[in-house]
């Protein structure tokens, strides 16, 4: 069993609809959470981040961590076009800088 | 620079051949990670370099895999006696805290 998993898709949703991307984890040391987007032949972009537990909101970007559960959660909503790419969920303990990533999940918004 | 930088962009090298791999990360950056992408896959951890501190090789897949990072900037991935099994996106990041890496674009490998 993988220590992350995501639901690789891909996801195709129609422009303006609301997007809920997942990924479930088992260490329960991970205290750093991030979801990174990826376009086509480009590096992962820091997107989000969120220490520990809670709600953290940017524009219409929402992450969520729920550490009870071992789930995070990326919302994004009225989505358009240019949100089409891959979202990859991250997480690291306190005391190491080493990332651990979902293999994640393709997303096309379509127009 | 503005970003991290990784050359060669794109590396065709023949089954057998060996491949340096360079990553130039953003000044003061004193983390420095490599990824490698396979086709569809997620990043896999390879290698980590903190300061001065003996770099986490944890991830490294085989000894035919090595890296150093001299001066505490540069840092160069090598791969020995390449197999098909290493054509992949190898992605170089650097940083400042534990977390918020910037990736360069990568190095997209190609063995034949």
């Known amino acids: ?111 | 620079g503005a970003g991290v930088s990784q050359s060669p962009s794109n590396k065709v090298t023949e089954k057998g051949k060996d491949v340096e791999l360079r990553c130039d990360p953003i000044s003061g950056h004193t983390a420095l990670y490599w990824y490698r992408q396979s086709l569809g896959q997620g990043l896999e951890f390879l290698i980590y370099f903190q300061g001065n501190s003996a770099p986490d090789k944890s991830g490294l897949p085989s000894d035919r895999f090595s890296a150093e990072r001299t001066g505490g900037s540069v840092s160069t991935l090598t791969i020995q006696r390449t197999q098909q099994e290493d054509s992949a996106v190898y992605l170089c990041a650097s940083s400042l805290r534990s977390y918020g890496y910037t990736f360069g674009s990568g190095t997209r490998l190609t063995v034949v």
């Open chain 1, 1 to 111: 069993q993988k220590e992350v998993e995501q639901d690789p898709g891909p996801l195709s949703v129609p422009e303006g609809a609301i997007v809920s991307l997942n990924c479930t984890y088992s260490n329960s040391a991970f205290q750093y959470f991030m979801w990174y987007r990826q376009y086509s032949r480009k590096g992962p972009e820091l997107l989000m981040y969120t220490y520990s537990s809670g709600n953290k909101e940017d524009g219409r970007f929402t992450a969520q961590v729920d550490k009870s559960s071992k789930y995070i959660s990326l919302f994004i909503r009225d989505s358009q076009p240019s949100d089409s790419a891959t979202y990859l969920c991250a997480m690291s303990g306190s005391n190491t800088g080493k990332l651990i990533f979902g293999q994640g999940t393709t997303l096309q918004v379509k127009p």
